[in-house]
């Protein structure tokens, strides 16, 4: 059978993702955004609880300490959700903890300097306070490229061909907290695997319904539905002659935040008391405040791609970037362990809801603020198996990563510069990274092992990166390979990109990016 003209035409360009059911500047009903939000606020709990039950023991704090700073990274989170979706780049973006910093926290926890403390409280809290002080420090690091247009100048070389592997691998990066973290409890995890993509991929096509509940809402569904399960395998004795680590994995009892939670708690800024400051650490802390600026800008561009916005310009990322460093140093004055990133699942799941709404991901941040006051309800919800957050991770982080390839459209893929570039970026972004990760695992140090503790701290944050790595080598190799060839400009995409470099070239870059109370006017535009 012959087929028609047009199906042999290539799929069409698009420079705002077609198929989404409410942009950045648009909003569902409140009661329907209302749940959204809600939905944002419980996928951004799963790194918020794993960071600090990683941290915490390692600085002799307890369950109580532990319940604080979860209570407080979700409280700092709350308010740099809403300063960077108002003032920053705008984008629907939550602005919650990040992996990135966990190395240098963890030397920082480790360090044989708080050894000369007996007693477990003042450690942590020495530990809490020197952390603080290298976060204050990080943070003037992220403002000097935002706020002084470094982001801006970084932004205008940033071609589509270049800017796949960093978004792709922002969210493939991540997969050692997807399955292998499932894993940990099969019999909770893979379900709550396969009833998310049964909700939120299949059951809306059988159901035929005009209205998108259970693929909007898929999140909400299999968390209630495997929370439920895994309650009744406790209950009936499943895993009480199990291994520990079974036992804290699949166990919804063993979290220990309910019980130390406190009712209601009121995080204020130097709690743990003033910080400390440490050269050393402040400049490790810094190389881990690079690598958060990198994943949140390939996070940045995934939301603004399932926010159906047009590409981000320049200035709108800068902006972004020192507004993150601003919530930086309200994580280092507030003391949650760990600085601020944009949260790479919930990017995942504007593309699974299909909702981009900028009100949404705000009142997600209200629901932040709520629970972290009110420490004995968010305790509950932050107690969910760790199992079933990694199933979530699973489809939300392969969005992002999706969202990456998606920009392949915009660049010729018959050329053999683009399938180098390419090619030879994500193979280094996941060889590298895998091999400063596995060598810190068997040998117990860092592949880069001088005398300065820092320095191999700068070096195995910076290299451990997947998206990091991918993108110094893409960026460098669009920069520099064939510039004098005619067809390059157009084999990298740029001349899609082209007329959003500037803020006003664009008419519709006002509609997403522009700052409310005409504050635009306070920050360059070109």
Known sequence: MASKPDECQPHPVKEQLPGVDFCVSSSPPWSEAMILGFQHYLVMLGTTVIIPTTLVPLMGGGNVEKAQVINTLLFVAGINTLLQTSFGTRLPVVMGGSYAFNITSISIAASNRFNIYTDPEQRFKESMKTMQGALIMASLFNMLIGFFGFGTIFGRF??????????????????????????KCIEVGLPALIILVLLSQYLPHVMKSKRAI?????????????????????????????????????????????????????????????????????????????????????????????????PMPPCVLSRGIGWQGLGLLLNGAFGTGSGCAASVENAGLLGLTRNGSRRVVQISAGFMLFFSVLGKFGAILASIPLPIVAALYCVLFAYVASAGLGLLQFCNLNSFRSKFILGFSLFTGLSVSRYFNEYLYISGHDPVHTASTSFNNMMQVIFSSPATVAIIVAYFLDCTHSLGHSATRQDCGRHWWGKFLYFNRDARTSDFYSLPCNLSRFFPSS
Do not use: K
């Open 158 to 183: 940033l071609n589509p061909l270049a800017a796949v592997p960093l978004v792709t691998l922002t969210g493939l990066g991540l997969y050692a907290h997807g399955f292998p973290q499932l894993a």
């Open 214 to 310: 259970f693929d909007r809402f898929a999140i909400l569904f299999t968390v209630a539905i495997v929370w439920g399960y895994a309650e009744i395998l406790t209950l009936t004795g499943l895993y009480d002659n199990r291994p520990p680590s079974t036992q804290t994995s699949c166990r919804t009892d063993r979290s220990g935040l309910i019980t130390a939670a406190p009712w209601i708690m009121v995080p204020f800024p130097l709690q743990w008391g003033p910080p400390l400051f440490n050269a050393g650490d402040a400049f490790a802390m810094m190389a881990a405040s690079f690598v958060a600026i990198i994943e949140s800008t390939g996070t940045f561009i995934a939301a603004s791609r399932y926010g159906s916005a047009t």
